[in-house]
């Protein structure tokens, strides 16, 4: 794990840990899926029959509850994280980390 | 008419923009820093191609918020005419002034080219010094320029003549029906992929760029006057 900065620590406050995973909606083609797909083909893999390629982030972030967490990481992947309009997303919270 | 270019942090095609300007329109284009938050001086904006944010998280995606972007969402709101150019368009879709999104090239390569290209609607305040139909050449340059958006959308785009480009012949990078620029519905933001303002003279391969920047200007004439 990164070293975090060390920030304020307010009281009753804890840290949680969001991993975060954005890919390309199931309608969307993906056009590097295909082209790894079509490599691992040629590797000899013949049983593939779908590869979806998308990004992990990790956010640490620091709230009273878990539920203000879950609220907050859902609002960054909707205005930010993700492009609603050709990708999906979910996110796994864990705490301390 | 004055113009105002902003530069973000990985922008590029920002000083080809302001001398397409000057030297087609013969009227003044200022390179405007992305931190600049008002445009009230400016009649029109020009959102340049590049690498904004170097194309962190997504393309566009960061240089939406930005504070020169919430300026352009109010000229765009005046009715002020907005052009995106490449990466100039990324940005207008992620700030949805206009609608859909950009993928990655079908091909997965970056493409650089002259395409031929149809306007589709000569009726827009950008498109009207070209004919309907008209075939026209212009440069593209990228790996992102692969349009989408869902049926719904590209209907409503298609009803409303908001598609002002499509590729002819050859679609370089995937994008739906061919899609190479669209406007919004008011029709006074036009986001495209092909760069205009690398066409504007014979030794560039092409000079059909340059009456995307008259159709500007003369609309705006049309508007306020020849000032």
């Known amino acids: 794990m990164p070293t975090m900065k060390s920030g304020p620590v307010w009281e009753g406050k804890t840290v949680y840990k969001a991993t975060i995973t954005v890919r390309l909606k199931e309608s969307v083609l993906d056009p590097q899926g295909s082209a790894v797909q079509g490599s691992l083909h040629s590797l000899g893999y013949e049983e593939v029959r779908q590869v979806r390629i998308g990004k992990t982030m990790e956010v640490w972030l620091e709230t009273a509850d878990f539920q203000e967490a879950s609220d907050r990481v859902d609002a960054m992947c909707r205005k930010l994280l993700a492009n609603p309009v050709i990708e999906d997303y979910e996110f796994r919270l864990e705490k301390g980390a | ?227």
């Not at chain 2, 005046?78 to 940005?91: A, E, M, S, T």
């Not at chain 2, 879709?93 to 206009?98: F, I, M, N, S």
Request: hydrophobic share 40%.
């Open chain 2, 1 to 227: 008419m004055r113009f105002a270019v902003p530069v973000f942090p990985g922008s590029n095609c920002d000083q080809d923009c302001a001398k397409a300007v000057r030297e087609v329109l013969e009227r003044p284009a200022d390179l405007v820093w992305y931190t600049e938050d008002s445009l009230d001086n400016y009649d029109a904006i020009i959102l340049p191609g590049g690498f904004s944010y170097g194309d962190y998280l997504r393309t566009g995606a960061l240089a939406r918020f930005s504070p020169v972007m919430e300026a352009v969402a109010e000229a765009a709101e005046k009715g002020k005419l907005v052009l995106g150019i490449c990466n100039g368009f990324q940005v207008l879709l992620e700030a949805g002034l206009l609608p859909g999104a950009m993928r990655v090239n079908d091909h997965l390569q970056f493409r650089c080219s002259i395409q031929t290209l149809q306007v589709e609607n000569n009726s827009l305040p950008f498109t009207a010094c070209y004919k309907q139909g008209e075939i026209i050449r212009l440069p593209i340059a990228h790996g992102e320029g692969n349009y989408y958006c869902d049926d719904q959308t590209l209907q409503e785009l298609e009803d409303r003549g908001q598609i002002a480009f499509r590729y002819h012949g050859e679609n370089p990078n995937g994008s739906v029906a061919g899609i190479a620029g669209i406007v919004n519905r008011r029709g006074n933001v036009l986001g495209l992929m092909p760069h205009p303002e690398r066409a504007i003279h014979d030794w560039m391969g092409s000079r059909d760029g340059a009456r995307l920047f008259r159709s500007m200007l003369q609309y705006w004439e049309g508007m306020y006057g020849a000032a």
